[in-house]
């Protein structure tokens, strides 16, 4: 089955009832997707977790490091601050910049 998505632009502001129904379909996908508590995604034994850690306590410059995996230095300071998250792939440069090793351990 092929879902079709259908941009509606106007130039004049919505309705109120326009509005009612935008709000509920908010509503009703929160309730159906909760976000995601950041207690949950943030804290001891992540990922995230762990490659702050390295960053913070390699002895090259975060300017160096963020050079090295092609990353912009304010970038990777908004994430070591816990501000923004990161691609995969960003952790995976910056990982190989840092010269880590990612296993899984059961």
Do not use: N, Y
Request: hydrophobic fraction near 40%; charge should be negative.
């Amino acid at each position: 089955m092929e879902t079709r998505i259908e941009h509606v632009f106007t130039h004049r502001g919505r309705t109120s009832e326009e509005a009612a129904r935008d709000d509920a379909i908010r509503r009703a996908v929160k309730e159906e997707f909760p976000p995601a508590r950041s207690a949950d995604l943030h804290g001891p034994g992540t990922f995230s977790d762990t490659l702050r850690d390295s960053l913070r306590s390699s002895e090259r410059p975060l300017d160096q490091i963020a050079a090295s995996a092609g990353v912009s230095p304010t970038l990777l300071a908004r994430f070591l601050g816990g501000e923004c998250d990161i691609h995969i792939t960003t952790a995976d440069r910056l990982a190989k910049a840092l010269d880590l090793v990612v296993a899984a351990v059961e």
